[in-house]
C-alpha cells in the first residue's frame, strides 16, 4: 500500500469528533474538563479526536497552550482511537516547525493541514505549500479543503496529485459529495477521505469516503455510528432513518458561529466546556432554550 502504516491507527475510524477546547470561567485551557470531555466523547461513539481543529478554536490558542492541549489529549486518550493534530498554517515554513514540534509529541497519528489561507494560492502554489510540509514533516499529514474559510478550493486534480505522496494519508474536504465523488474515484484505494460536513456523513459513505470528521458527534455520536454501521451491513433504511433525524440537530449546531452551539450544548448536558474566545462569541443567553430544545437536550 503507498501510505504505510499509519493507515492502520484509522482502520475503525469512520467517525471523528472536531474537538472543542475547554475553557475555564476565566477563558483558560482547563485540563480537568478537558479529561470530562474526552471521556465523554470515548463513551458516545467517537472513534478519532482531531485536536486544535477550527472547532477547537485554534486561531485564538497559542503555540504553547496548543502543545498542552495534544498532550493532554494523548495521555488521556492513552491509543483507544487516533489522534490528529491541527498543525496548517497560511505559512509554509511555520508549518513545518509547527508540525515537528507536535511530533514530538508520542502518540499522535497525524497532523492536519490546511489550505493556506488569505494568501490565496493557486493551484500550483497549494502543490508546492503541501509538497514542502510533507516532505519536511515527521508526521504523516491530512489536507484539508474548506474554501468557506480558506478563500481558495484546492481541485480534484490536485488532490489526486498530493494523494501520491506517501506522507499524505488522507483529506478533510468540505466541498461536497458531487465533488467529493469525483476526489474517492481518483486517489488510490488506501487514502483516508473523510468529508469535515455533518450533513453530508452518509452520502460521503454511499461514495466510498472513509467517514466523517465531526462536530455533531459531541452530542450525537452512537447515532452517528448507527448511521454509518447500518450503511456498511447494507440496512440503508436504518440509516437513513438515523440520518433524517439528526439531519435537523446537525444544522442547529451551525445556527451560530462555530463552535458557540456546541460549547453551549454541552454545558448545558453537564459537559462543562467554558464559552467561545473572541471573536466567537457565546450563544446568546436569551436564546438557549430553543437551542436546547431544537437539540432536545
Do not use: W
Not at 488510490?188 to 453530508?200: K, M
Not at 462555530?258 to 443567553?285: D, M, W
Amino acid at each position: 500500500l503507498l501510505h504505510g502504516g499509519k493507515i492502520m491507527d484509522f482502520k475503525n475510524a469512520e467517525i471523528i469528533t472536531a474537538m472543542v477546547t475547554p475553557f475555564d470561567d476565566q477563558g483558560k485551557l482547563d485540563l480537568k474538563r478537558l479529561e470530562v470531555l474526552v471521556n465523554h466523547l470515548l463513551a458516545t461513539g467517537t472513534q478519532g479526536i482531531l485536536v486544535g481543529g477550527t472547532t477547537g478554536e485554534a486561531p485564538t490558542l497559542t503555540e504553547s497552550e496548543k502543545l498542552t492541549l495534544i498532550s493532554e489529549t494523548v495521555r488521556l486518550v492513552a491509543g483507544k482511537v487516533p489522534i490528529i493534530a491541527g498543525t496548517g498554517s497560511n505559512n509554509t515554513q511555520s508549518t513545518i516547525d509547527f508540525t515537528n514540534r507536535v511530533a514530538e509529541i508520542k502518540g499522535v497519528s497525524a497532523a492536519l493541514v490546511v489550505v493556506p489561507y488569505y494568501n490565496k494560492p493557486d493551484q500550483r502554489g497549494m502543490l508546492a505549500h503541501f509538497k514542502t510540509v510533507a516532505a519536511a514533516s515527521k508526521l504523516p499529514l491530512f489536507i484539508y479543503n474548506i474554501p468557506s474559510r480558506t478563500g481558495v478550493t484546492m481541485e480534484v486534480a490536485t488532490i489526486a496529485e498530493l494523494a501520491k505522496e506517501k506522507n499524505i494519508i488522507g483529506l478533510k474536504d468540505c466541498t461536497g459529495n458531487v465533488n467529493l465523488s469525483h476526489i474517492v474515484a481518483q486517489v488510490p484505494a488506501d487514502f483516508l477521505v473523510y468529508t469535515g460536513e455533518d450533513a453530508d456523513a452518509l452520502a460521503a459513505k454511499t461514495i466510498g469516503a472513509k467517514g466523517v470528521i465531526s462536530v455533531a458527534s459531541h452530542l450525537f455520536g452512537q447515532s452517528m455510528v448507527k448511521m454509518s454501521q447500518s450503511g456498511e451491513q447494507s440496512d440503508y433504511r436504518v440509516s437513513a432513518e438515523a440520518m433524517q433525524q439528526l439531519t435537523p440537530l446537525m444544522e442547529t449546531m451551525f445556527s451560530a458561529p462555530s463552535p458557540s452551539p456546541t460549547k453551549a450544548a454541552l454545558n448545558h448536558i453537564g459537559i462543562s466546556v467554558g464559552g467561545c474566545r473572541l471573536p466567537i462569541l457565546n450563544y446568546p443567553a436569551d436564546e438557549l432554550n430553543t437551542l436546547y430544545n431544537k437539540l432536545k437536550i
